[in-house]
């Protein structure tokens, strides 16, 4: 990941260990999956994330920073 990320000159590289999605009711369904997330609907805070630089706040789970 790290190579790819010094390959696009990314200003921010993160990873996060999560399930596919987080399970919800009884009839096995679930959201948030990893496919579902963009802009307002899970990954970042704000609808808009390209009105201030991205940083660790601008997610809306906790994400883990990688040096690069």
Do not use: N, Y
Request: aromatic content about 8%.
């Amino acid at each position: 990941m790290t190579a790819v990320a010094t390959l696009l000159e990314s200003p921010l590289v993160v990873c996060k260990h999560r399930a596919w999605g987080i399970a919800s009711g009884t009839a096995g369904g679930f959201r948030d999956a990893i496919q579902d997330f963009g802009v307002g609907r899970g990954l970042f805070r704000e609808e808009d994330p390209h009105a201030q630089p991205i940083s660790l706040e601008t997610f809306s789970e906790a994400w883990s920073s990688l040096q690069v």
